[in-house]
């Protein structure tokens, strides 16, 4: 059985920094790409960031330059740093395995809000 655990949303003011975690369980980490998305209400669930297998990363245009995704395989975590935050980043954030560029598992969300 597959899980994925997220921690690390909060409250943050507007430029600050958070780092979301995401362990996972049930697979063999080291083997699949991961993924950070993030959902707004009323909106689809949308990519903001990837890694493979090789450490290969892609990003969503609006977050290029003040996130970054990384895992660290010994411990079956993928982080996502998140710095110069706006008010605009205020969403769930969701860790996901992704198969074939598609995410196939989902952790439960973590909510990310920026004061201005």
């Known amino acids: 059985q597959v899980q994925l655990l997220e921690s690390g949303g909060g409250l943050v003011q507007a430029g600050g920094s958070l780092r979301l975690s995401c362990a996972a369980s049930g697979i063999i980490f080291r083997l699949y790409a991961m993924g950070w998305y993030r959902q707004a209400p009323g909106k689809q669930r949308e990519l903001v960031a990837s890694i493979d297998s090789g450490g290969s990363t892609e990003y969503a245009d609006s977050v290029k330059g003040r996130f970054t995704i990384s895992r660290d395989n010994a411990k079956n975590t993928v982080y996502l740093q998140m710095n110069s935050l706006k008010p605009e980043d205020t969403v769930v954030y969701y860790c996901?395995?992704?198969?074939?560029?598609?995410?196939?598992?989902w952790g439960q969300g973590t909510q990310v809000t920026v004061s201005s």
């Open positions: 996901a395995v992704v198969v074939n560029r598609r995410p196939r598992y």
